[in-house]
């Protein structure tokens, strides 16, 4: 019961890792993106 619940918590951090992950990544390419477009406005 133990080593059952261990292992879905080590699931659980991992999905919310690669999560975190993912959502950086996205984040990163959005400031790259819109890098140009604000010093083209200025």
Do not use: I, N, W
Request: aromatic share 4%; glycine share 4%.
């Amino acid at each position: 019961m133990l080593h059952d619940s261990h292992t879905h918590y080590l699931k659980l951090c991992e999905r919310a890792f690669r999560s975190r992950l993912t959502l950086r990544k996205e984040g990163q390419v959005e400031l790259l993106g819109e890098t140009p477009k604000r010093l083209s406005a200025a």
